[in-house]
């Protein structure tokens, strides 16, 4: 079982760029999946997350109206869209899966390998 996120780089202040995150050994269509953001010397913080079904989602305030997690079932891959980017959303992105209905989830049973995003100002 292993989730990968890339689509990671560096962008300018108010560029975008979108994350993926694919799974490998087991089908996300039956997990929930959340994408988190962890910055140097900075708690990690949880962005976003969609259920397993797509129809919910969250976003944390620092993003709403900036970011949107969408996913491809037949691809096994999640995305997370972003817009608008900022020098604060400078951070590792990590995805992790959660198996089965629950939504939003409390905890993660997979976690991915990181994507480093850069936005200069």
């Known amino acids: 079982v292993q989730l990968q996120a890339s689509g990671g780089g560096l962008v300018q202040d108010g560029g975008s760029l979108r994350l993926s995150c694919k799974a490998s050994?087991?089908?996300?269509?039956?997990?929930?999946i959340g994408w988190f953001r962890q910055a140097p010397g900075k708690a990690r913080e949880e962005v976003s997350c969609v259920s397993s079904s797509g129809n919910m989602a969250y976003y944390g305030d620092s993003v709403k109206g900036r970011f949107t997690v969408s996913r491809d079932n037949a691809k096994n891959t999640v995305y997370l869209q972003m817009n608008n980017l900022k020098p604060e959303d400078t951070a590792v992105y990590y995805c992790a899966a959660r198996i089965g209905r629950t939504f939003p989830p409390s905890y993660y049973d997979y976690w991915g390998q990181g994507a480093q995003v850069t936005v200069s100002s």
């Open positions: 050994g087991f089908r996300l269509e039956f997990s929930a």
